[in-house]
């Protein structure tokens, strides 16, 4: 399953963070560290505007060594160097987005671009442990297109997922005995979910199908996920399906459906239907790889995507491999039959909030 390197978390922090603190070295050799403006210089590397009379500024003319922090865990150590004018040039609207409140010290000669080049970077996981990390790591890794929306995410899809999130633990993530999930971490890979079992309380990874390379490819992956975990096997004593509302989930938008509507019926005409050109892909892929498996299903004991007649479940790049023992009932006594997913009209692409029966 895959999830960020240490490189992509050091970058993705390093883009989406707007101060750092900066530490300089003093005349008897001592450390000074003060908040101060940053932004990514486009390479990996943090650049700062400072007043010429600041201490920083007076200090670095004279000994270049310096270390940026940036959050709870990335240190950037290095040497800074002044930014050259054009380049201050190119990075000048980049700053002024993201600081809007420093146009006037920007614009004036007072200030000064300095740029930390870095030679080495620390990342400190959530144990606690020291991940040393090249500069060319750092400088070739891409920013999550998701980091910058993190926390409003993780607010807006504990809304919206109800009781989707704890099946996807269990039957995505295979954690069969959880009894309890809470969404905290959302990244361009998967979901961060921590969950309580009998065992005690830890955290799991649900992943997307495949990696997101923008924001608006949310709605599709997550329609992907809540339609895998409907179609698989339950997480209870006997392992028996959860009896789930019978609408099929959709990848329109799931984040922008109307407030407050969980309806089952096509009562939107008009659907807004997210930007990004291939949102629609993932879950379209899914579609086609149910119905393959639900056609070879009768032929064949093998695993197949959504086997809910062998109880077994598998998605690749989804959540894994999930199993349970067969049961001994028919189908149709057993598990709400799965219909054919056949292609979505427009009043039936509203989003998760019109999923479930009336």
Do not use: K
Not at 15 to 25: F, Y
Not at 311 to 333: A, F, I, K, M, N
């Amino acid at each position: 399953m895959s999830e960020p390197s240490w490189a992509e978390r050091a970058r993705t922090t390093l883009t989406h963070s707007p101060v750092g603190h900066l530490a300089t070295i003093d005349v008897d050799g001592r450390p000074v560290v003060a908040p101060v403006p940053i932004i990514d210089d486009g390479a990996g590397a943090p650049v700062t505007v400072l007043s010429n009379l600041s201490t920083h500024i007076q200090r670095g003319r004279q000994d270049q060594r310096g270390a940026i922090s940036i959050g709870e865990r990335l240190l950037l150590q290095g040497d800074f160097r002044p930014v050259p004018g054009l380049q201050q040039i190119a990075m000048q609207p980049e700053f002024l987005a993201r600081h809007p409140h420093l146009e006037v010290q920007v614009e004036s000669l007072d200030f000064s671009w300095m740029r930390l080049e870095v030679t080495r970077a620390r990342w400190t996981d959530d144990t606690g442990t020291e991940r040393w990390l090249r500069p060319e790591d750092i400088a070739g890794a891409e920013p999550d297109p998701l980091g910058a929306h993190a926390p409003r995410l993780v607010v807006e899809l504990t809304e919206r997922l109800d009781d989707d999130l704890l099946l996807m633990v269990r039957g995505l993530a295979g954690h069969w005995l959880a009894s309890r999930a809470e969404l905290v971490h959302v990244d361009r890979y998967g979901l961060v979910v921590n969950f309580s079992e009998p065992a005690g309380t830890r955290l799991t990874r649900v992943g997307f199908p495949v990696r997101l390379d923008h924001v608006d490819d949310l709605h599709a992956a997550m329609a992907a996920l809540v339609a895998a975990a409907n179609a698989s096997p339950s997480a209870d004593g006997n392992h028996e399906r959860i009896e789930r509302r019978s609408a099929p989930a959709t990848p329109s938008s799931f984040l922008d459906g109307p407030e407050g509507d969980r309806g089952s019926r096509p009562d939107v005409d008009a659907v807004d239907r997210p930007r990004h050109r291939n949102s629609y892909s993932l879950f379209d892929a899914l579609e086609r790889a149910g119905r393959e498996a639900r056609a070879l299903g009768t032929e064949h004991d093998g695993d197949g995507l959504f086997g809910i007649e062998h109880e077994v479940t598998e998605v690749e790049g989804v959540g894994g491999r999930c199993e349970s023992e067969e049961s001994e009932l028919p189908l149709d006594e057993h598990v709400e039959p799965v219909g054919e997913l056949a292609e979505a009209g427009v009043g039936e692409r509203e989003g998760f909030a019109h999923r479930y029966s009336a």
